[in-house]
């Protein structure tokens, strides 16, 4: 089953940035768990997209206010949850910062 885990930290966790995962990703990817996943820059480098009434409308950074952003996503196929939660709290992120872990949607078989 195909898992995102999410990278989630507040202000503090960008001085971790170019901390790396601490042999993690090379765990990870021994174990072939690993199908992608990427950090992310500052949120303040973000546009966020919505279009109301067939209106575009942009915004410079992050649209939600909350105090944690996501800073990076890995996309990972285990067995089931239990496998994910466990590979989960072996991120250092999760020492510090949150890490949400959500079930990928997969279109049904032949649908792209």
Known sequence: MKY???ICGDESAEEHAND?????????EQ???VEGG???RPPGEATTVRVRNDELLLTDGPFA???EQIGGFVLINCADLDEA???????PVAGYGTIEIRP???PPPGVV
């Open 4 to 6: 995102l885990l999410m």
């Open 20 to 28: 790396g995962c601490g042999g993690w990703s090379e765990e990870m």
């Open 31 to 33: 174990r072939g768990v």
């Open 38 to 40: 990427a950090g992310l």
């Open 65 to 67: 206010e909350t105090k």
């Open 85 to 91: 939660i466990e590979i989960a709290a072996k991120h």
């Open 104 to 106: 990928v949607l997969e």
